[in-house]
């Protein structure tokens, strides 16, 4: 009798999950509270924009306006004139580079100088009020000085990313190691592991979160920092593109443009979010 009753409980249990949707109705609900707001508030903004600068004497074009006169660069972005008359997609692929590759080299000179500053009693005392006054200089104030030493465009622009966005990631760093509890030391001195051990196993993963804070920070420094060099700087990259429609007066390819910009620094900062909660295991807030 009780096996009979287990069995048709099993069975019906089959009988339940086979019939399980695969989207649930909670989960639709969720995903609608989530898409449907911004688009209420993107579509108010829009008619607002509309509304403001359909007057006569306006200063910015419409967004139907705005389409209409930058309908070629939106649907033609991979187009290749040869030198700078290039489509937006070559633009921001510049961009990215030169970001990948000073952002890069921050995060490997961020965390290994957080790691002495946070370790270290003296080099924090000695380094810190150097790094506080060095991140308070603005990206641009570099230029001048890595154009002066280096003598081109694209070396510059990666120490501009570069000298942006490590200032966070040290500061985070450093605050994640001064933050490992005292238990996980003890164990690392009864285990005798050895610097590079205790580097790998203990610090590394216990600062992980707030590394993974500078980076997001760090990250977002150094496409502001990029676009801002790129307009002082020439070439291609998305920076440069800004800067010449402006001095063609393309403002609605300028507002393409910025678009662009926003929708790519999202895009960044969510990878860069959506890494660290994999690392952590979800204790790095994504």
Request: glycine letters at 10%.
């Amino acid at each position: 009798m009780a096996l009979g009753t287990t069995l048709g409980r099993v069975v019906a249990a089959k009988r339940e999950g086979a019939r399980a949707p695969l989207v649930t109705r909670a989960a639709l609900k969720g995903l609608v509270l989530r898409i449907v707001p911004p688009l209420v508030v993107l579509a108010v903004f829009l008619l607002v924009w509309e509304i403001l600068c359909q007057r006569p004497g306006a200063g910015l074009p419409p967004p139907s306006r705005v389409v209409t006169d930058a309908w070629d660069i939106i649907v033609h972005p991979f187009y290749d004139n040869g030198g700078t008359d290039k489509g937006l997609f070559w633009h921001i692929t510049a961009s990215l580079q030169r970001v990948a590759l000073g952002f890069t080299l921050a995060v490997v000179a961020g965390v290994l100088l957080g790691t002495l500053v946070g370790q270290s009693e003296w080099a924090m005392r000695g380094l810190d009020p150097i790094f506080q006054v060095l991140r308070t200089i603005p990206p641009l104030a570099w230029l001048p000085l890595s154009l002066a030493a280096f003598r081109d465009g694209q070396p510059s622009a990666i120490f501009v990313i570069f000298i942006t966005s490590i200032w966070p990631i040290i500061i985070n760093t450093a605050v994640g190691i001064r933050n490992i509890p005292q238990d996980y030391r003890n164990v690392a001195a009864v285990l005798r592991l050895n610097a590079f051990e205790f580097f790998a196993k203990v610090m590394l993963p216990s600062a992980a979160p707030y590394i993974f804070t500078g980076l997001r920070i760090g990250v977002g420094l150094s496409w502001l920092a990029i676009v801002a060099a790129e307009m002082l700087i020439g070439g291609v990259g998305i920076g440069f593109f800004i800067w010449d429609a402006w001095n063609s007066s393309h403002i609605s390819e300028i507002i393409v443009a910025l678009v662009y910009v926003g929708v790519i620094g999202f895009v960044l900062d969510r990878l860069v979010a959506g890494l660290g909660h994999l690392v952590t295991r979800g204790t790095a807030t994504a």
